[in-house]
């Protein structure tokens, strides 16, 4: 008897415990919010932390911008950031803690793993976001989805038509990374849409051997053209091995990745003997115009360490966000995210432009009915050949 | 005697307490998502520290792939699921159904996995499990966007999510009761004797090698059945997730929590898993690199204050067991626990290769072995 | 001619791959534990050099500054962390490394943030022989390596450390009784792993001059595996598994079928190796007594 008693003061200590873990659900959490929340989940530690910085630092520069310049008819934006360190897992948490914090909108997630994950929560509660970087195919599958990059598919096709175009007839090689979806989402409709008579040398890295290409420079040693869908750092360190082995008359063309490879600390492009040149949105030597302002800004306030596309583009999501919310006529700081949301959706579905962007050379911006941004793309020669 | 095996199941009830709470409490005002996502994850978590002490705990043996079950698990239940879907819906017949043909996968890697592994003696389960796990997740990292989503990762139906921690939940309380009746019964304290002293355990006629591996094919069932959960409770898996810093992430709870011991690692599981969320909610922004600074701090911290023989007569004078027994008014000394002290349990991971310069294999040649030749 | 680079190739990847391996094979044989941090040191041991490049400009400095700051982490964290887990469960020293490990990562990301820097060493460029093209870090790396080996090889074989060192990997208690001191033999044994790592560190950075605050945990592993195949605690058998392991991984990245699965290949072998020879190729262990 005794012991049932105290089984029972257990139970009631346990339930009495777990009440408070158990809040009311569904409560407006944007009732008490005073500034604009813009959420965003992106890897701020680990391996990827370079390009989740990359976007914290620009969305945090552009916020601080609209800020001194009175915000949104007086009312500030505030960013809230989360960690996910490039993990898929992580975002469920993030994104609720993100909603009890009040957010309104959001940047989504950085990288494309974690964001297919947030594509789907977002849409349950229909979240407006507009992901700086994720680029793959399907994060804007749902209306309330947007990128400012350029979606992976569309890069593959863009270096595709370009490679038959030029190179019909002869052997070019392509270096992709075979566990990395950026990589493997541009290499799959590059080999779709490339023309049957250039022949592929495909060699692949993988996360773990991302740090000796001796074997696959070997077998690219006699491709005049190589086509690197990566990110900039192994790419340098592949040009760097492959300076002496592969003829200096070829040329390496990379996709958004490559942007910022001629601003590595301690890489000196200038000693790679070959052409690089990549397709992308962001030239990060541009000078003049609001690009050249931003880069300026930029590395006054964070130097240049994180200063890539990530940057630029996280910047240019928060003056979208921004200039659509203006445009909307939103005026109310505790507008809920969904009524925000379908406001916003509005907007960005009936042909808003977003006006001096950082990236895409300058011009307008606009997206298509499947989120899919338009914007210019810009071949990029980074350095020309010796 | 009563009383006695409802001490076995004390944790059980204790969990079900919890569940019931958690499922009235979601019927009627309704919970928070983000206690719901922290609930499925403490959820997943407890279920893949309490198998994995299975193994490390009562059989002995280190594996550091348990991460490599669940991907097997997480891989196989979730495309099921996602196969069964215009059958059957995303119902709980789904649920159940992904639950056993990914927890059985995994069982059968489990048994491929140990049935070589486990004959050897001393830690190759440890390194074999260990290139399992990177197997497991290099192959799925590689496979074709349409079988099993290679680099952007199997997309799964998610569960309804007012719901999924209740079978969660079922599914935890099946595995407590599993775990801790083959604990208690003829073939537990057959495992724990094989734990305790291997040779002595053959000589009374306990096939070894069957109850190794019918304890580790357990083991990474439940693996599996975490997996599953896990595949559910998300809308999409990367198995890039399930390499080995996981597996040692499970082990740690296991650890910490004490090695043979169900309830601390359910109490370690639960602990680690909350803190790790409350840091990505407190540590945004350019706080995030603090993250893993403090993780590690605590980590090393406890790991040295729980088990420095230096510190043994000040933890003696501060153990928790004895301070509740001084507020029962009990003589400490008549607590006699179920589960050893865990740096008691004389594990299998015994490190006994030797420093060696030779380049011939002279297993012959070395005096002790000569002599143990000789012996028999 | 292609398989002779190929072979060149992974003979000098391996040679790193032997060398980390090393620290972990002496670790395991004489202080009974798995040192996973060991990876972290090859990454402190990068930014020592990438730090003294920056400030000196003299490739050889920063060597010697690097390894002899790896020399004191090294020891420095065996005597924090590990020393006073000395004769608890092997389990709980594992677990003090694992956190060490993180904690040597995030302090590197909060000191030298998250993009990789860029360090070059020395520009050394590449050599013709015949139609053959090496690049010449390649050989250096592997004359290097060797050269290394021989030294420690003759360290544990000549001088009296080394064999207190064999004996105190074969019995404790009476190594102590023979008047060594086994504290002394443990803190030289972390001290040479970390030089090592520090040297590993250097021709990794000599291969891929890039590093990041998770520059050492991949290295790490694939060493690890190496030194399990040779037979941990071996010093030949670690120096075999690594030259093993980076001949593998060079020839699996020539085949383009089976390129992405490098990885999992590794391990396999690994799997395949424990299960015809469960001490690995060359290791040696004790035999269980009643």
């Known amino acids: 008897m005794k012991k049932l008693v105290k089984v029972l003061c257990l139970i009631m200590a346990i339930a009495m415990i777990c009440s408070c873990f158990a809040g009311c659900g569904k409560k407006g959490y944007t009732a008490n919010n005073t500034k604009y929340v813009i959420g965003m989940s992106g890897p701020l530690t680990g391996p990827a932390a370079i390009y989740g910085l990359g976007v914290q630092n620009g969305a945090t520069l552009a916020i601080e911008e609209i800020n001194a310049n009175g915000g949104l008819n007086g009312v500030e934006f505030k960013l809230e950031a989360t960690d996910d360190m490039h993990d898929a897992t992580k975002v469920a948490t993030n994104y609720s803690s993100l909603l009890e914090k009040g957010m309104q909108v959001s940047l989504g997630c950085v990288t494309s793993a974690p964001c297919a994950e947030w594509t789907n929560l977002s849409n349950e509660d229909n979240v407006f976001f507009i992901t700086p970087s994720a680029s793959n195919d399907d994060v804007p599958k749902y209306d309330n989805g947007y990128q400012m990059c350029f979606a992976d598919g569309n890069q593959g096709k863009a270096a595709a038509e370009y490679v038959s175009e030029n190179y019909a007839g002869q052997t070019i090689g392509v270096f992709y990374k075979s566990d990395d979806n950026y990589s493997n989402g541009i290499f799959e409709q590059f080999k779709e849409n490339v023309s049957k008579d250039v022949k592929i040398i495909e060699t692949v890295f993988t996360d773990a051997g991302a740090t000796s290409f001796d074997s696959q420079i070997n077998a690219l040693k006699d491709c005049k053209f190589i086509f690197m869908p990566i990110y900039y750092t192994p790419a340098s360190i592949f040009m760097t091995q492959a300076k002496d082995v592969i003829a200096s008359d070829a040329v390496y063309y990379g996709c958004d990745g490559f942007d910022g490879i001629d601003a590595i600390e301690g890489f000196d492009i200038k000693k790679i003997p070959q052409q690089v040149s990549m397709l992308s949105h962001f030239n990060s030597k541009a ?9 300026k800004d930029y590395t006054n306030k964070y130097g240049t360490d994180t200063l890539n596309q990530f940057a630029a583009s996280g910047y240019d999501s928060v003056y979208a966000i921004y200039q659509a919310m203006s445009a909307a006529k939103v005026d109310d700081v505790t507008i809920s995210a969904s009524d925000l949301s379908d406001k916003l959706k509005e907007q960005f579905q009936g042909g808003f432009k977003f006006k001096d962007a950082v990236t895409g050379g300058g011009n307008d911006v606009s997206w298509d009915a499947n989120g899919y941004v338009n914007k210019t793309a810009i071949k990029f020669i980074i350095k020309e050949a010796d | ?55 490390v705990g009562f059989l002995g043996e280190l594996s550091l792939g348990h991460a490599g079950f669940m991907c097997v698990g997480a891989y196989l239940g979730g495309k099921f699921s996602a196969i069964m879907l ?15 043909v990914g927890g059985l996968v995994a069982a059968l890697c489990g048994a491929i996995i140990g049935l070589p592994a486990l004959r050897l003696k001393g830690d190759y389960l440890a390194i074999v499990t260990l290139g399992f796990g990177e197997i497991v997740k290099s192959i799925f990292q590689n496979t074709s966007r349409e079988s099993f989503g290679g680099a952007l990762g199997l997309e799964t139906p998610r ?30 304290r057959a495992i724990t004797s094989i734990r305790d002293n291997e040779i002595a355990a053959r000589a009374t006629g306990i096939n070894v090698t069957k109850y190794k591996l019918y304890a580790f094919i357990i083991s990474s069932f439940f693996a599996g059945v975490a997996g599953v959960l896990y595949s559910f409770s998300n809308y999409n898996i990367q198995s890039s997730k399930f390499g080995y810093n996981y597996s040692i992430e499970i082990l740690v709870m296991v650890v910490l929590g004490g090695i043979g011991s169900i309830n601390g690692s359910i109490i370690a599981a639960t602990l680690i898993t909350f803190i790790n969320t409350e840091f990505a909610t407190i540590l945004t922004g350019n706080l995030a690199v603090l993250q893993n600074l403090l993780y590690a701090i605590i980590l090393i911290l406890i790991v040295i204050f729980g088990n420095s ?31 050893a002290h865990w740096d008691k349990i004389p594990t299998k991971i015994s490190m006994d290769e030797l420093f060696s310069l030779d380049v011939t294999n002279n297993d012959q040649n070395s005096v002790l072995n000569i002599q143990d030749k000789e012996g028999k | 001619m292609e398989i002779i680079t190929t072979i060149i190739n992974g003979l000098s990847i391996g040679g790193i791959y032997a060398m980390i391996a090393l620290g972990y094979t002496m670790v395991y044989g004489i202080a009974k534990m798995l040192n996973f941090a060991h990876g ?59 956190g060490v490990s993180y904690l040597l990562q995030s302090l590197a990301q909060i000191v030298f943030g998250s993009a990789p820097k860029m360090v070059r060493i ?86 891929a001059p890039s590093i990041s605050n998770t520059f050492g945990s991949m290295p ?9 195949i040779g037979g941990i605690g071996s010093i030949p058998g670690a120096m075999l598994g690594g030259f093993l392991l980076g001949i593998v991984e060079c020839i699996s990245y020539k085949i383009p079928i089976i390129a992405p699965y490098t990885d999992a290949i590794e391990f396999l072998i690994l799997i395949v190796i424990l299960l015809v020879k469960p001490t690995g190729i060359l290791g040696k262990r004790r035999r269980e007594k009643v």
Do not use: W
């Not at chain 2, 153990?319 to 509740?324: A, I, M």
């Open chain 1, 287 to 295: 000078t003049d115009g609001k690009t050249a302002k931003f880069i």
């Open chain 2, 1 to 55: 005697m009563k009383l006695k095996k409802f001490k076995h199941y004390y944790s059980t009830f204790i969990i079900t307490a919890i569940a019931v709470i958690f499922t009235v409490f979601s019927a009627g005002i309704g919970l928070e998502k983000s206690t719901i996502y922290l609930l499925e994850k403490i959820i997943i978590a407890v279920i893949l520290a309490v198998s994995l002490n299975l193994v």
């Open chain 2, 86 to 100: 215009p059958n059957l819906g995303n119902s709980a017949l789904n649920l159940i159904a992904s639950i056993i």
């Open chain 2, 159 to 188: 569960f309804d999510k007012e719901q999924l921690f209740i079978y969660a939940f079922i599914a935890l309380i099946i595995t407590l009761l599993v775990v801790t009746n083959l604990m208690n019964s003829k073939h537990g």
């Open chain 2, 309 to 339: 023989p230096a510190l043994e007569s000040f933890r003696e004078k501060y153990d928790v067991k004895k301070l509740f027994a001084k507020i029962r008014k009990n003589d400490p000394s008549t607590i006699n626990s179920d589960e």
């Open chain 3, 40 to 98: 972290d040191i090859i990454m402190v041991g990068g930014y020592t050099i990438y730090v003294t490049m920056n400030l000196t400009g003299h490739p050889l400095i920063a060597i010697a500054v690097a390894v002899v700051f790896c020399v004191i982490l090294g020891v420095t964290i065996e005597k924090v962390a590990y020393k006073p887990l000395r004769g608890a469960s092997p389990l709980a020293v594992l677990i003090t490394a694992i």
């Open chain 3, 122 to 207: 020395a520009d050394m460029g590449s050599l013709k022989i015949g139609s053959l093209k090496i690049q010449v870090y390649t050989l250096v790396t592997l004359v290097c390596t060797i050269i290394v080996m021989i030294c420690l090889t003759l360290f544990v074989k000549l001088t009296k450390t080394g064999r207190a060192m064999l004996a105190t990997s074969e019995d404790k208690a009476a190594t102590q009784l023979m008047g060594i001191s086994v504290n002394r033999i443990i803190t030289i044994t972390f001290a040479i792993g970390s030089a090592l790592a520090a040297l590993a560190g250097l021709f990794y950075l000599l291969k």
């Open chain 3, 220 to 228: 790490g592993i694939k060493a690890f595996t190496a030194a399990v």
